[in-house]
């Protein structure tokens, strides 16, 4: 079992940044898969961000070069690095673990005012 908290969403002006983590507990994530996923209002939930086991990455093109996925093996924490965000990126983020089944944390809410 693996639980995920995620925290850091709020409110930011477009162009500000927001950095979002994902602290895990009950077992040590360093090996897995990892991922950010979005999901705005009305709209089906989305992976924007993703870390494989081996540390590659990748990225929606809608994030591409202004988000940036990254983890903390000693705080066994993942990061999402928000920059130029958009009105478009307002939504709950969640941190989703793969390990033979999907862990999902709670969600944080990100609003971007133009």
């Known amino acids: 079992q693996v639980q995920l908290v995620e925290s850091g969403g709020g409110l930011v002006q477009a162009g500000g940044s927001l950095r979002l983590s994902c602290a895990a507990s009950g077992r040590m994530i360093s090996r897995n898969a990892m991922g950010w996923y979005r999901q705005a209002p009305g709209k089906q939930r989305e992976l924007v961000a993703y870390m494989s086991s081996g540390g590659s990455t990748n990225y929606a093109d809608s994030v591409k070069g202004r988000f940036t996925i990254s983890r903390d093996n000693a705080k066994n924490t993942v990061y999402l690095q928000m920059d130029s965000l958009k009105p478009e990126d307002t939504a709950v983020y969640y941190c989703?673990?793969?390990?033979?089944?999907?862990?999902w944390g709670q969600g944080t809410q990100v609003t971007v005012s133009s």
């Open positions: 989703a673990a793969f390990l033979g089944r999907n862990y």
